[in-house]
C-alpha cells in the first residue's frame, strides 16, 4: 500500500509541476523558422505637428527619461527615420507628414496618428509619450522574462503541499493498515 501511495503521490506532483510551467508559446515552430511579432496597440494616439516636427519623451516605467534610446519611426512596413533621445528622453523628428505612424524604442512601439497643427483635432497632444515596456508587445517565451521567480515560487510551493498532502495520506494509511491488522 505504501508503494501505491508513493507511486500516486509523485503522479500528483508531476500533476501540479505541469500545470505551473507553462508551454513555450512557439511549439509549433519547427527549425529556424521565423516568427513575425505583431504590435496589438488598440488605441491609436493623435498628435499635431508643431511646423512639421514629431516631438516625444521616451520614459521608463517609473518616470524615469531614457537618455540616448533610439527612436525609429515606421509608417507600415517603411523605416522613415531614426533618431536617438537627449539627456531629458526627449526627441523630434523633422520633416513627417499627416499619417498614421509606429514609433519604437527597444521592444515598445507606440501607434500615433500625426495631424498637421491647423487640421489637428481638439484632443490632439502636442508630443507623444512612450513608456517602455508599457506600449509594446509583451510576451513570454517558455519560462524566461520577468515572471521566472514567480512560476518559481509557485513550483516550489505546490511541491510542498504535494508532499505535505503525501505525508498526510501516508499517516492515515499506516493507521489503517494497524487498524486493520489488530487482532480482535
Do not use: C
Request: glycine letters at 12%; a neutral charge.
Amino acid at each position: 500500500m505504501k508503494n501505491f501511495s508513493l507511486v500516486q503521490g509523485a503522479a500528483v506532483a508531476l500533476a501540479t509541476l505541469g500545470l505551473m510551467i507553462p508551454a513555450p508559446s512557439l511549439q509549433a515552430a519547427q527549425g529556424s523558422q521565423k516568427v513575425a511579432v505583431q504590435s496589438t496597440n488598440a488605441s491609436i494616439l493623435d498628435i499635431g505637428l508643431e511646423q512639421g516636427v514629431f516631438a516625444g519623451r521616451v520614459v521608463d516605467h517609473t518616470g524615469t527619461p531614457a537618455k540616448n534610446a533610439e527612436v525609429v519611426v515606421r509608417q507600415g512596413s517603411h523605416e522613415v527615420a531614426k533618431t536617438t533621445t537627449d539627456a531629458n528622453g526627449r526627441f523630434a523628428v523633422k520633416g513627417l507628414r499627416g499619417g498614421v505612424y509606429e514609433i519604437a524604442s527597444g521592444k515598445t512601439v507606440g501607434t500615433y496618428r500625426v495631424w498637421q497643427s491647423e487640421v489637428a483635432p481638439p484632443a490632439a497632444k502636442e508630443q507623444a509619450l512612450l513608456v517602455l515596456g508599457e506600449n509594446g508587445t509583451r510576451g513570454q517565451f517558455g519560462a524566461m522574462g520577468g515572471g521566472t521567480v514567480i512560476i518559481a515560487a509557485a513550483v516550489i510551493a505546490s511541491l510542498i503541499i504535494s508532499a505535505i498532502t503525501l505525508d498526510r495520506v501516508n499517516d492515515i494509511d499506516d493507521k489503517v493498515d494497524t487498524i486493520g491488522n489488530t487482532p480482535n
